[in-house]
């Protein structure tokens, strides 16, 4: 079995590309395959869309601790609200436009 070198998913010796992301194999003489070409690596696009989902959960976490969605007392000072009202929106839809935009870059 060959180790990818970028997501590290394990491929058959005859692969010549891996089967989870794509990348090229290097052979066991230490030459490269050529596979797909991407735009940017796969690590990169992982890393991504592991910033997007942090963003994500923060933006979240953002709306139930200052949104009054628990029996805890929200944060009602008015500068903390108006902080909220444009932080969490932008963290939300921002997180899941980052997140879903490393699971395209992935693609290409």
């Given at each position: 079995m060959r180790q990818c070198p970028y997501c590290g998913h394990a491929n058959l010796d005859t692969d010549t590309q891996c089967r989870k992301c794509d990348a090229a194999l290097v052979g066991a003489g230490g030459t490269v395959y050529r596979g797909r070409r991407h735009w940017i690596s796969p690590e990169t696009a992982y890393a991504v869309r592991s910033k997007g989902?942090?963003?994500l959960v923060l933006g979240l976490l953002i709306k139930v601790y200052?949104?009054?969605?628990?029996?805890w007392p929200v944060m009602d000072n008015p500068t903390l609200a108006n902080l909220r009202s444009w932080l969490e929106p932008l963290l939300l839809y921002g997180g899941a436009a980052l997140y879903a935009m490393g699971w395209v870059l992935r693609l290409v």
């Open positions: 989902l942090a963003i200052w949104g009054g969605y628990g029996p």
